[in-house]
């Protein structure tokens, strides 16, 4: 039986310490208006799982969609815009 000990180190080699990197902070930050968006969406959605959805329901799931998707638009103009320098 062959023993996979001596191959450990170049697996492991780069210790890990658990966090994110600085770089992946700030993407997260910049994320965050989305991300937050789509769990008002997905709240707005469990609620409705286990009964029917009345008009309340569906206005606060419409909402939630339409948030969802400005927040999109606002981050990929965002992004785009710091690629291209921000020129409009």
């Known amino acids: 039986m062959l023993s996979i000990a001596a191959l450990q180190a170049v697996v492991t080699a780069l210790p890990f310490d658990g966090e994110p990197s600085d770089a992946e902070l700030d ?3 910049q994320e ?3 991300i937050l968006a789509e769990v008002d969406l997905l709240d707005a959605q469990i609620m ?3 009964r029917p959805a009345g008009e309340l329901d569906e206005r606060r799931i ?3 969609r339409n948030r969802v998707m400005a927040e999109r638009r606002n981050l990929t103009n965002r992004v ?3 690629q ?3 020129a409009a």
């Open 27 to 29: 993407a997260i930050e």
């Open 32 to 34: 965050l208006p989305l």
């Open 48 to 50: 409705t799982i286990d």
């Open 62 to 64: 419409r909402r939630a």
């Open 80 to 82: 785009g815009m710091a």
């Open 84 to 86: 291209t320098g921000g």
